[in-house]
Every structure is written in C-alpha cells, then in structure tokens.
C-alpha cells in the first residue's frame, strides 16, 4: 500500500496515506507486545524502512525534514504522505534499542543504493539527520559505525558517491560530536585516512593511465577526486576541533604517525609505493587534516601541545623540501603555539610603528615554557633558519616565519631566548649578505626584510630605548637608501631589485656591537651576541643529502682516501708568487694559529651548551661512521654455521656456510 501507484491521485494519496498509518499502528504494538522481538527482524526492516523512505523521497519542502522531531498541527499536514512516514521513520527510530538498531538502518543504505541517491545527496543528508536525532545518544556510534562500513564497502564506486557518503558521514559527526561517540573516534580518523590515501591513489593512478594524452574526462575524475580528499579533510578537521583538548592531542599524535616523513615509518602509507608525487600529495592532504585539528587548540603549556615524538616529524627536513609544505608547518605551530590568539593582529609582514595599538595579550612565561625552550629551542629555531634558505620561497613563506617569530616572542621568550632570537635574526641577515647559498636576489632581500620587521617587533615588545633608537635608525637609512630591504617595497608586485649588495654599507645592517651596547646598559647578558648563531645538527642532515650545515661545524678530515676528491679539487689553489710568500711568511702563520685558538675558546666559552654539545654530537657520529667504515672493510668474522651478518650498502645479508666446508685451525681437529 505504500508503493501504490493508482493513476487517481487522490486515491494514490489515501491508499499510501492508509499503508503508513498501518505501520505506525505495528510499530506503537511492539511496545507492550509479542511482535517487540520480531518486528525488528531484518526480513522485516527490509520492508518496513524502505516503504517509510519511498514516501519521504516524494517531500516537497527539504527544510522541514531536517533538524529535530517536528510536531506537525492540523489536518492539512497530516494528510500528506511524507510528513506522516518521517514521523513514523523518527518513532521507529525512536524505540530502537541496542541490539536491533543495526538492522533499523542498514535498510537505509541499500535504499539509498538502489535508488542511486548519494549523487547528489540532499536526501540521504536528510535521512542521517532526522536518524541521528530521533535515535537515543548512546547508539550515535552505532550509526556512524554503520556509515563507515558502508564507506568501505563503496571505496571503489565513482568520486562523487564517495564524496556523498563523506559528507553524509559530516552531518553524523556533527550531531554526535556533541556528545560522547565512544570507542569509535580512532576508528573515524583511520578510516578517514585510509580513504584519503585511496583517493590520491586514485587520482595519480588516473594521471599516469592519460600521460601525454590528456582527457577532458581525466581531469574531471582528478577534480572529482579532489572534491573527495576535500570532504575527507572538512570531516577530520571538524570532528577533530570538537574533540576534547585530550582526545585531540592523542588524534594530532595519531594523524601525525601517518605522515610519510624522511626515517620514519607509516602503518599505511608507504612512501616507497606512491612515489614522489604521491608522497607529496599524502603529505599536503594530511598536514591540511591536522592543521584543521589544532585550529582553536589551546594547551596549558607548550610541552603538552608539541611533545616530543609530535615535533621531531613535524619539523623533519623531508617535509621542508616544498614552499606548500613549509607553510602548512608553519601555520601548525601558529595554531599550537599562539595561546592567546594573537595571531589575526600579526598578520602580514610589515613594520609596525607601534606594536603597543595592537594590544598584544600575554602572561608571564611559566617554568614548564622555559623548560620547553631549554629543550627544544634549538629545532624551532633551526626550522627558521633553514626555512629562510629555501630557494622557493614566496611572500606567504616570509609572512609566515614573520609570525613565527613574533607569536614565539609573545609566549615563550624570556631574557636568555630574546639574545637567541636576536642572534638567530643576525644569522639570517649573514644569510643575505654573504649567499653562500647563491639565493636569488629576491630571496636575499626578502630575508633582509624579515630581519627589519621582526627586530622592529622585538625591539618594542622589551622596550630597550637604545635597542629601539639603533633598529629605527637602520629602518629609516634603508627607507631613504635602499627601500628594497623593506617589506613594503619588495613583496609589491614590482619591485626594482638591486644588482648587488655590498658588505661595507654598515649603516644598512642591524650591528652586533650595536645591538650589545644597547642591550648591555640594560641588564641584559649580552655575552653571547658575539658567538654567531650556528644551526643544531641532525642525523636527518646526513641522510637527506640536501644543502647540510654539517659542512659548516664537521671535521674537515679525510679518514678513506678518495671520499672526498671532488671537495679536494675545489679547495686547490692557484700556486703564485703571492701564495709561496705567503707559506713562506711564518709570522703570518703564527697569528692565524692563535686567532683560531682565540675563537675556539671564545666559543667553548661563551656558546650556549645545546651548541656546543650539538656540535660535538655531530663530530663523534661523523667519526664514529668512518670507523665503521673501516672496520666494515677490514675485520670480516670467521665463518659460522648459523650464519653470519653483513652489512652491504646498508643492508644486512646473513650467510650460512656448511661445517663440511668451513676450514679449522691444525689444533682445533682431532
């Protein structure tokens, strides 16, 4: 009777109108009945649930479908065929209890299949909210279970019906995130990202079938499967901003292990199996998912928001070799870091007049923050520098580090990480004059620009008047002289850029001994200002073969001949009378020895101890590497019938060798 399709149209109406009353009446009998147990027998949700979506399919007004129970009045609503099956779908819903409400909605999704209603999927959003609010709180995970499931089960259909059955899955959340979903927040987020990695597996699968012969139809299954990763994304930054602050830390740590990063390892994502273009978009998708996650994050202490194990793969050089990549980090650690939402008054970077108009909230900075610094100072501060290197940087790369610095000057900056950040911002500015990076003159400028309107922040957030007199008076040589070193000027669209730079025009840099004097009357240890800023070195240096500050702070020894030849060819010189009379001037010699001396033990004593034990950290594992190297090659162990292990371009092989050919010392046989 629900199904009817009576040419009169009147009649058609009275007839479904009948078959859904009769429904309502079985389902109101099963309170106090012997039909309670059977009704919700799938043989019979398979019917009933389907008869009830038919009628509802046929409403014409969406808006009154959604949203919480409605209580229709009067006749006119009453008579209408949809109004009454969605009140009957919602008191169905309503009395599940359970052990039976798997079966009340699975008949939702193979309805929604058959009719092919996931694209598009107005409806089946409607059905899902009218279920997860007519059925009681503490089964909403079994839905979304459910919706899951599906998902898995129509991995392979078209972008859109996944895309459909994702957003679907966001209405869900959205409901049940105001209460407790239980065990299944885990579950939501790895499936989430498993779909993810499907869809770019998908898309790059799609790019290489149409290599050289791009379709019109290759491009919109690329976009379709955009709109998918973008679905994907929306859902895990929304469920995850609704978590608690706990469950939110644990969710960051979760997304985080699934980034395919340089020395770890993923439990899904391999990145030997996407290759680089396929690792990239992985990893893009899902710094974009964890950016939406720590969105609105505010955590007690910096340690409980950057952890450890969170922040070593987060700042991973690998995930620094993109301009895109390096600002979803950056845009992370605002959210993380920027505790009293300061961030929206720092943005663009520019020279403020007067910081003191921007009203910027801060407390005093606690022992845990200090501690933090104590610790992990260095990596943010490597993370910058090295950031500043990049050649691909563009006007958002320099906005964002501009803020980083800032909003780490706001929260965590006491006396003694103020003098580091001022020697981290005179290393960049050596980064621009001497290039030893051969940056493109936009890039040097643009570091030079960063420097004038970070230390013009820094400046007046201490309120050193000497400090503020030196950093204005370079601020307006440069305006009148060379407007080029200034972010109003260089990141317009035309910009006349110089031809060179020269070392001598003092009155342009910000000084060392300048800035010491100033900071030194002040109370101030400003000791450490003349120890220049030198980068922490890590093992991921060595292994990522990029642009190394080893090079700078490593042992220039030479332990296997022939290593290093091309680095021996480049450091010949070409013999002249000028160079045999310099060898031969001893004098000349004896003063370099002891400026060397001099500048060894200046640094020993006045370098901060991260510094110095970095340093020599990287001397002992680059030592300790070649004697492995040697030992390797030398000492080969006897043979064994168990096997032994060798190592071979860094892979261990066991080889077995039978006792009927192993070779015994005369002594040894009887």
Not at 89 to 106: D, I, K, Q, W
Not at 147 to 174: F, T
Not at 383 to 394: S, T
Request: proline letters at 5%.
């Amino acid at each position: 009777m629900c199904h009817s399709c009576d040419q009169d149209p009147e009649v058609q109406t009275e007839i479904r109108i009948a078959g859904i009353r009769g429904i309502q009446g079985v389902v109101r009998k099963t309170v106090n009945d012997e039909l309670r147990a059977t009704i919700w027998e799938p043989q019979h949700m398979d019917k009933i649930v389907p008869s009830l979506l038919f009628n509802m399919q046929k409403i014409e007004d969406i808006d009154s479908r959604t949203g919480p129970q409605s209580s229709p009045t009067g006749g006119v609503k009453e008579e209408n065929p949809s109004v009454l099956a969605e009140n009957c779908f919602r008191e169905l819903l309503g009395r599940a209890t359970y052990g039976n409400m798997n079966n009340a909605v699975r008949p939702v999704f193979a309805h929604l299949d058959h009719h092919k209603l996931w694209d598009p999927n107005e409806f089946a959003v409607s059905c899902f909210k009218i279920i997860m609010y007519s059925i009681q709180a503490q089964y909403s995970h079994h839905v979304i279970q459910e919706i899951l499931g599906h998902l898995d089960v129509r991995k392979r259909d078209s972008p859109r019906v996944r895309a459909g059955i994702i957003q679907v899955l966001l209405e869900a959340v959205a409901i049940a995130a105001k209460g407790s979903i239980g065990p299944t927040v885990l579950e939501v987020f790895n499936t989430l990202l498993k779909h993810l990695r499907i869809s770019v597996d998908l898309e790059l699968g799609d790019r290489r079938s149409s290599a050289g012969s791009a379709t019109l139809s290759t491009s919109s299954k690329e976009s379709d499967e955009r709109i998918v990763q973008n679905a994907i994304i929306q859902t895990i930054g929304f469920f995850g901003s609704n978590l608690p602050d706990y469950q939110r830390s644990e969710i960051m740590m979760f997304i985080m292990s699934k980034v395919p990063v340089l020395g770890t390892t993923s439990q899904i994502l391999d990145p030997s199996h996407l290759g680089d273009l396929g690792t990239r978009r992985i990893q893009i998708m899902l710094l974009r998912s964890l950016l939406m996650v720590t969105s609105g994050y505010k955590a007690t202490t910096i340690s409980n928001a950057l952890p450890a194990p969170f922040l070593d793969p987060l700042l991973s050089p690998s995930l620094m070799e993109d301009s895109e990549l390096r600002q979803l980090v950056l845009e992370i650690l605002h959210n993380l870091i920027d505790r009293h939402d300061n961030r929206a008054k720092l943005r663009g970077i520019r020279i403020i007049p007067d910081v003191s108009d921007l009203k910027i909230k801060r407390d005093k900075i606690s022992r845990q923050d200090v501690s933090f610094m104590k610790k992990h100072g260095q990596q943010l501060y490597r993370h910058i520098y090295l950031g500043c290197k990049e050649e691909d940087n563009v006007q958002k790369n320099f906005e964002l580090l501009f803020t980083s610095l800032a909003l780490t000057t706001i929260e965590l900056a006491n006396e003694e990480v103020v003098i580091d950040l001022i020697r981290l911002a005179i290393a960049l500015q050596d980064i621009a004059i001497i290039n030893e990076d051969n940056l493109p003159m936009f890039n040097r400028c643009g570091v030079m620009a960063l420097v004038a309107a970070y230390l013009n922040f820094l400046s007046q957030m201490i309120a050193v008047p000497a400090f503020c007199q030196h950093v204005s008076k370079v601020i307006e040589t440069r305006s009148v002289e060379a407007s080029y070193f200034l972010p109003e000027t260089i990141f317009k669209d035309k910009c006349d850029l110089p031809k060179s730079l020269e070392k001598d025009e003092t009155d342009l840099f910000f000084l060392t001994n300048k800035i010491a004097e100033s900071l030194g009357g002040s109370g101030y240890s400003v000791e450490r200002l003349s120890v220049p800023y030198v980068p922490q070195v890590t093992d991921e240096d060595r292994l990522s073969r990029r642009k190394s500050i080893v090079d700078t702070v490593s042992l220039q020894v030479d332990i296997l001949p022939g290593n290093n030849t091309e680095d021996k060819v480049d450091n010949t010189e070409e013999i002249t009378f000028e160079a045999l009379k310099k060898a031969i001037d001893n004098n000349g010699l004896e003063e370099q020895e002891k400026e060397k001396r001099r500048l060894v033990i200046e640094k020993f004593q006045k370098a901060p101890f991260e510094e110095i034990a970095a340093q020599c950290e990287t001397k002992a594992n680059l030592l300790h590497d070649r004697l492995a190297q040697i030992l390797e090659l030398t000492i080969r162990p006897p043979p064994s019938p168990s096997g032994t292990m060798t190592i071979t371009a860094g892979h261990a092989h066991y080889h077995s060798v039978p006792v009927y050919e192993m070779k015994f010392p005369d002594l040894c046989v009887y």
